[in-house]
């Protein structure tokens, strides 16, 4: 997938200007951008502050050189979990020699827990509380 497709921070750094900006995106995708032409919804976002004082998109990380293996200039510290807990339950009820009776149950919920869900850095976490259960009831007479 070349640039395009992928959320490039490369050259990002904490000079947030609009100088700076056209220069990263110059590098980045060879355009002839001046800090005129950044988009106002741009450099806000790129200049937003968290409560702890980071950048929302934070820079690049400058001692990591995204290659095509991996792109992503973010590392990831936590694994996803996946659990899940089943149950089946089976009555078969033989009433006479022509009449037979059969209870079915089945019972799932598995849990996910993604630390990053939906972008590679903290603060965008995914849970998804997925279950289902399945009940039948058979009667079969010859």
Do not use: C, W
Not at 9 to 16: E, I
Not at 18 to 25: C, D, I, K, M, S
Not at 33 to 49: C, G, H, M, Q
Not at 72 to 94: G, H, L, R
Request: hydrophobic residues 35%; charged residues 15%.
């Amino acid at each position: 997938m070349g640039r395009r497709g992928r959320l490039y921070r490369l050259g990002l750094t904490d000079d947030r200007s609009g100088a700076a900006l056209a220069t990263v995106a110059n590098n980045n995708f060879g355009t002839s951008l001046t800090a005129n032409d950044i988009d106002p919804v741009a450099f806000s976002l790129l200049n937003y502050k968290l409560p702890n004082g980071q950048y929302m998109i934070p820079s690049a990380n400058p001692a990591f050189t995204p290659t095509i293996n991996f792109p992503e200039n973010v590392f990831i510290t936590q694994a996803a979990y996946f659990t899940t807990d089943q149950a089946v339950a089976d009555i078969d009820y033989i009433a006479s020699s022509k009449d037979t009776v059969a209870l079915k149950y089945y019972y799932q919920h598995d849990p996910t827990s993604a630390p990053f869900g939906f972008s590679s850095v903290k603060g965008f976490a995914q849970h998804l509380d997925a279950g289902s259960q399945v009940g039948s009831i058979t009667n079969t007479q010859l």
